[in-house]
């Protein structure tokens, strides 16, 4: 079978957005779509856009890969807006040609940053916006508690932080996933409105699943599984790892893990390989069957995305942003004791899990952002 196309385009995430500040969770789980992404599609959404936004500015400190995923999104974003003509400025003001400018969370100079808004605002009649995309919260992702069990919740400095960037200066707020939304909530933080929910999508030249091994039903080879990740911090699911290194039946499966590894874990069966660049990820990726996410507390995994966009179905970790993406195209655990079961369940069904796989490519991402960048530029 043919998987040359089976990424139907899907609204299944398309920016929930509107009043969410008091929302409870069943209100969250049962948001609509929104007037701000008009129901035609996203080819509407590109002609309007490309009417208005010539430039645009992002801060962000860029990192050339290999890094983490956030890093790898906003690359693979800026890239589709410069594809389109659209001037982007990284990191830097520009009143007099750029009016829309985008930050993500606070991985840039928030201080300078903060005084050149504050002084263009006093002294220019221009009026400058800006987009904030939020991230974590870092509670999360930086420091591995969930808000959902924690007896007393503590506000981090570098959440508080994106706050203030976001209350003083933002017109829109966008998050990666319904998740990141709701845990940034628990904490208490009510980001700017209108928030809007659209996932990251990968550089859809690097990442794809045209000349992939073939799927052999027959079993004549071992199942090959991978797992990767940028960052070595324990939520990214060493243990999880670990335990698989101790009982998986090695005769049937081949498993690889590329990236960093948390101090003190090293694997025994698992072949580890160090963090590579985006182009020599990507045909490994191809060459792998099943892709095993166990990173929990995760936004939205752009590790995650690349394996799917290569036409890998996924066992993942349950309770994140992992449900929102893979859906019917794999199968969600737990603990770590129900993965060999779910995997020999997977191989029985191969196909049935890969013909599922559904996930936005970067051109409809780029369409919804830049339909929240034209949203703040005609308020």
């Not at 069943?26 to 430039?55: M, Y």
């Not at 001037?87 to 009016?99: G, S, Y």
């Not at 504050?118 to 992702?141: A, E, M, N, Q, W």
């Not at 394996?307 to 603990?335: C, F, N, R, T, W």
């Amino acid at each position: 079978m043919s998987l040359r196309r089976f990424f139907p385009y899907s609204l299944f995430l398309l920016a929930q957005l509107g009043p969410l500040a008091g929302a409870s969770r069943s209100a969250i789980d049962n948001l609509h779509l929104p007037s701000l992404f008009s129901k035609t599609g996203v080819h509407e959404t590109r002609k309007a856009s490309s009417l208005h936004l010539k430039s645009v500015g992002i801060f962000h400190v860029f990192h050339p890969p290999p890094w983490g995923g956030g890093n790898q999104f906003l690359m693979a974003l800026r890239a589709e807006l410069q594809h389109r003509h659209v001037e982007v400025l990284d990191n830097q003001i520009a009143p007099h040609t750029t009016r829309v400018y985008m930050a993500n969370a606070i991985t840039f100079k928030t201080e300078p940053f903060a005084q050149a808004m504050k002084k263009i605002r006093r002294h220019d009649d221009r009026k400058l916006k800006l987009v904030h995309r939020l991230d974590g919260p870092y509670y999360c992702s930086r420091y591995g508690k969930d808000p959902r069990k924690e007896p007393k919740i503590i506000n981090y400095s570098e959440d508080n932080r994106v706050y203030q960037i976001n209350h003083q200066f933002a017109c829109a707020s966008i998050f990666q996933s319904k998740w990141s939304l709701e845990m940034n909530r628990l904490l208490g933080y009510k980001p700017k409105e209108p928030v809007t929910v659209i996932p990251n999508a990968v550089n859809g030249d690097i990442f794809h699943n045209r000349s992939r091994r073939e799927w052999d039903p027959y079993l004549t080879r071992q199942v090959r599984v991978l797992s990767s990740a940028w960052a070595n911090n324990e939520r990214k699911g060493f243990k999880t790892y670990q335990w698989l290194d101790q009982h998986l039946p090695w005769g049937r499966y081949k498993y690889t893990y590329i990236g960093n590894l948390a101090d003190g874990y090293s694997y025994d069966n698992i072949e580890t390989l160090p963090p590579v660049t985006s182009e020599e990820l990507a045909p490994l990726l191809r060459d792998h069957d099943i892709y095993i996410a166990a990173s929990y507390l995760e936004p939205c995994s752009n590790a995650l995305l690349e394996a799917m966009a290569s036409g890998m179905p996924v066992i993942y970790q349950k309770g994140s942003g992992h449900d929102e993406l893979v859906k019917e195209a794999g199968l969600g655990y737990d603990v770590a004791e129900e993965i060999p079961d779910l995997l020999e369940k997977m191989v029985a069904n191969y196909a049935y899990y890969q013909a599922r796989i559904n996930i936005l490519n970067i051109k409809q991402v780029t369409d919804m952002y830049l339909k929240v960048y034209d949203y703040c530029l005609s308020h």
